[in-house]
């Protein structure tokens, strides 16, 4: 049984700054979607659309790192019909209490054993180019998910600390946690470190303050993961925050004359009132 957002739910979330869910996609689909990893991670993009940012291919790739792809729907239909989920949309709206959803961008993550960790960081101190500048990600587990496996780890009612500035490098840290260490020391606090653990189809949702990373995959399978960093569907571009964290990828997606958010490259997934981006089935049902 797919989870439902309770009110319970959203207290937890709003206490906490994350909320852990045992079932958000059928494990049915865990095959294709692994399949579709493979091909992503090897340059096959069966739409003929390259992802928006592709950091790591089979060929080239340092096999100690974590493997990252950035917008894998534009590529796989596979990623497409979970990430672009109205489901997954609702609950992501109903947890945060926003009129409606779009997808900012997806990650395709995997952290095969012996893997680098993933520094911790807070997503919202990287993006600030739009307004509401509000951001809350769901992370899907698609492998079962421990704490010596590399999964990824929040910090209880970090999202409460002061707004920091972005520090520290994503990939490969020699100290994945210090930013966040350092940001518990200028706040005077203890840190809580929760891992996710859950079975493959489960995952989370965390706020756009909450500080979160993962450490080195010390586990013998891989750790996969795919995340949905969603905004509110009547986002605009902050023409006073243009340069900050938007950078040259996703700047070109900007429109000529106005600051709105263009459909075809951040489509709305749901809202309140019944929209969704009517080309979103036709695109997912190529
Ligand atoms: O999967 C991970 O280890 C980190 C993912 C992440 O940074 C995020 O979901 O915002």
């Known amino acids: 049984m797919l989870s439902n957002i309770t009110e319970p739910d959203r207290a937890r979330f709003e206490t906490d700054g994350f909320l852990v869910v045992d079932r958000l996609i059928e494990t049915a689909i865990l095959p294709r979607l692994h399949r579709a990893f493979d091909d992503l991670f090897r340059g096959k993009f069966e739409t003929g659309v390259r992802p928006d940012e592709v950091n790591w291919q089979q060929q080239t790739g340092d096999p100690s790192l974590t493997r990252q792809i950035c917008n894998g729907w534009k590529a796989s239909l596979d990623i ?57 990600t769901c992370w899907i587990a698609l492998d079962d998910t421990h704490a010596d496996g590399g999964t990824i780890e929040f910090v209880r009612a970090s999202h409460r600390w002061q707004p920091g500035a972005p520090e520290g490098e994503f990939h490969a840290p020699r100290d994945y946690r210090l930013p966040m260490r350092n940001a518990a020391a200028r706040e005077g606090v203890e840190a809580e470190i929760c891992f996710v653990e859950v079975g493959a189809g489960g995952g989370s949702f965390h706020h756009g303050w909450t500080w979160h990373g993962s450490g080195a995959n010390a586990g013998s399978t891989p750790r996969r993961s795919l995340v949905l960093h969603a905004m509110r569907s009547d986002v605009e571009y902050d023409p006073d925050h243009f340069d900050q964290g938007i950078g040259p990828i996703y700047s070109r997606y900007r429109r000529l004359g106005d600051n709105l958010l263009d459909e075809n490259y951040f489509p709305i997934l749901w809202r309140q009132d019944g929209y969704r981006t009517p080309q979103l089935e036709t695109y997912l049902n190529r």
């Open 80 to 136: 497409a019909g979970v990430v672009l989920d109205e489901r997954l949309g609702r609950m992501i709206g109903e947890l945060a209490g926003w009129p409606g959803v779009r997808i900012m961008i997806d990650n395709v993550i995997c952290k095969p054993p012996g893997a680098k960790s993933l520094g911790f960081h807070q997503d919202s101190a990287y993006l600030s180019w739009f307004t509401p500048s509000d951001l809350l």
